[in-house]
T-cell receptor, first 114, second 110 residues
Framework: GAGVSQSPSNKVTEKGKDVELRCDPISGHTALYWYRQSLGQGLEFLIYFQGNSAPDKSGLPSDRFSAERTGGSVSTLTIQRTQQEDSAVYLC????????????FGQGTRLTVV | GEDVEQSLFLSVREGDSSVINCTYTDSSSTYLYWYKQEPGAGLQLLTYIFSNMDMKQDQRLTVLLNKKDKHLSLRIADTQTGDSAIYFCAESMNTDKLIFGTGTRLQVFP
């Protein structure tokens, strides 16, 4: 596609429910990142994919968070048993060569846990 | 550890220069970036500098890198109201992971 696409753009969920956030990277980009931006905060690194594998998932806050990437393309970030502190904008980015190339960001998914 | 720090706010008058500062901790960083986030929008790359450079200029933007002090700055000349946004510096690690700073909110007033 023309850019990084994320869906849904907004998600309101009840505490305790599971949610899935989707990221469609730019075609051909091997690197894919997930970040979280809480209100008034910077970007918190969550996980980094190179192809389908995740060399670094050190930023996942707890075992309620998981992510996968299939076919070297689409990635899904899953949050189980959501808590109010999970409310944030979840940003996905992709790049051609990991950190040595420009990362293109999607518009993000705004998650609100009520 | 991995830590990129920035001051939170900067307020400048239209037409003046803005200087946004950033400090990073990983001396093995290969690239350092400046991204801009406008309200309600995603992040866009403004400019980047390779770690073996001291300075890079791109129109109104000047990036200065002091590797010894692990200090990066972004100077915006003739700042305009359209420059109002949040500016993030980022470093790329040897593992290709991008680590972002906390962001500096630039406010430009007439």
């Amino acid at each position: 596609g023309a850019g990084v696409s994320q869906s849904p753009s907004n998600k309101v969920t009840e505490k305790g429910k599971d949610v899935e956030l989707r990221c469609d990277p730019i075609s051909g980009h091997t690197a894919l990142y997930w970040y979280r931006q809480s209100l008034g905060q910077g970007l918190e690194f969550l996980i980094y994919f190179q192809g389908n594998s995740a060399p670094d998932k050190s930023g996942l806050p707890s075992d309620r968070f998981s992510a996968e990437r299939t076919g070297g393309s689409v990635s899904t970030l899953t949050i189980q048993r959501t808590q109010q502190e999970d409310s944030a904008v979840y940003l996905c980015a992709s790049s051609l060569q990991g950190g040595r190339a420009e990362a293109f960001f999607g518009q993000g998914t705004r998650l609100t846990v009520v | 550890g991995e830590d990129v720090e920035q001051s939170l706010f900067l307020s400048v008058r239209e037409g003046d220069s803005s200087v946004i500062n950033c400090t990073y901790t990983d001396s093995s960083s290969t690239y350092l970036y400046w991204y801009k986030q406008e309200p309600g929008a995603g992040l866009q790359l403004l400019t980047y500098i390779f770690s073996n450079m001291d300075m890079k200029q791109d129109q109104r933007l000047t990036v200065l890198l002091n590797k010894k002090d692990k200090h990066l700055s972004l100077r915006i000349a003739d700042t305009q109201t359209g420059d109002s946004a949040i500016y993030f510096c980022a470093e790329s690690m040897n593992t290709d992971k991008l680590i972002f700073g906390t962001g500096t909110r630039l406010q430009v007033f007439p």
